[in-house]
Structures are given as C-alpha cells and as structure tokens.
C-alpha cells in the first residue's frame, strides 16, 4: 500500500553532515506516523528517531540525540534526516518506515507496516 524511497546516503568524513530524505507514495501520508532505523555491519537495526504525523513530537534515540533532526514535509510526502557531526560509527544502513496512527512502541522496528530498501551511510575518519 506504502512505498518508501530512501535517498541522500554517502560517503562522508567525520564532522561532516548529510540529509536523508524518505519519500513516500499514497495519499494518506499525513495520518502515519515515520520513523529512522540503521543497522551497521555484523549488528541488529535499531531505532533512531520517530515523527508524529503533525511534527508535534519527535524522539531520538540517546546515540544520536543533540546531532541529528527528523522533520517532515506532509505537503511533499517526505520525512528527512538531517545529520550532523557525523562519526565514524554512524557507518551504517538507514531505513525509514511507517506506521498508521501512533503507537507507544515507535522504538521497535515491530511496530512498523512498511520499510524503504535503505540508503547506505559511510563515515570516513
């Protein structure tokens, strides 16, 4: 029913920055909530971030929080990733996923309905 389409992965040296994009199909996009993922080689996905469906909330995993921002754009049907001060373990695939409505457990990857292909992030010391 969903697609997403992640895009705005790379190669980067440290300190540097990247904005991931998710671009999503449908036209109930407003109503999902979204969500940030990676996993890094030889690890488990883990959460990232998350965005209510008005950008009245957004959360952020402790690994990341204070460097990176998740937004939206409900009238473009896009969530973004805005990265900063990257680090060499931010090397990692990142997803974004979707789930109708709003859920208590935006953390795990379980709660979602729909995942994009991922877009490969690589920070370079």
């Known amino acids: 029913q969903v697609q997403l389409v992640e895009s705005g992965g790379g190669l980067v040296q440290a300190g540097g920055s990247l904005r991931l994009s998710c671009a999503a199909s449908?036209?109930?996009?407003?109503?999902?909530?979204m969500g940030w993922f990676r996993q890094a080689p030889g690890k488990e996905r883990v959460f990232i971030a998350h965005?209510?469906?008005?950008?009245?909330?957004?959360y952020y995993a402790d690994s990341i929080k204070g460097r990176f921002t998740i937004s939206r754009d409900n009238t473009k049907n896009t969530v973004y990733l805005q990265m900063n001060s990257l680090k060499p373990e931010d090397t990692a695939v990142y997803y974004c996923?979707?789930?109708?409505?709003?859920?208590?457990?935006?953390?795990?990857?379980?709660?979602?309905?729909?995942w994009g292909q991922g877009t490969q992030v690589t920070v370079s010391s």
């Open positions: 965005v209510s469906w008005n950008a009245a909330n957004t």
């Open positions: 996923a979707a789930r109708q409505y709003s859920s208590s457990y935006y953390y795990m990857e379980e709660s979602y309905d729909y």
């Open positions: 449908g036209r109930a996009f407003n109503s999902y909530v």
